[in-house]
Nanobody, 115 residues
């Protein structure tokens, strides 16, 4: 059974930091690309960062310079380090693992940035 479990969300003040984790089980994690998405209330889900199996990384313009995506294949875990958080970063964050034919989603973790 495939399972993706996100953790690390919470409430922080503007300028704060959080690190999200996504632990995968049931898949050959190293063979999957990772995309972090977020969805704010009333908004469409948007991708914020991605990392492929061989390393190339992309970020949404809104998070460049503030967010860092990484992966530890030995631990089947992906990370999203979020620094200098802003109120507009408030959303549910989702981890997506995919290859050419399969895609899996975690349950999401809430991030709230407010003063």
């Amino acid at each position: 059974q495939v399972q993706l479990v996100e953790s690390g969300g919470g409430s922080v003040q503007p300028g704060g930091s959080l690190r999200l984790s996504c632990v995968a089980s049931g898949i050959p994690f190293a063979q999957y690309a990772i995309i972090w998405y977020r969805q704010a209330p009333g908004q469409q889900r948007e991708s914020v960062a991605s990392i492929t199996t061989f390393g190339p990384i992309k970020y949404a313009d809104s998070v460049k310079g503030r967010f860092t995506v990484s992966r530890d294949n030995a631990k089947s875990t992906a990370y999203l380090q979020m620094n200098d958080l802003k109120p507009e970063d408030t959303a549910v964050y989702y981890c997506n693992c995919l290859d050419t034919v399969r895609t899996y989603w975690g349950q999401g973790t809430q991030v709230t940035v407010s003063s």
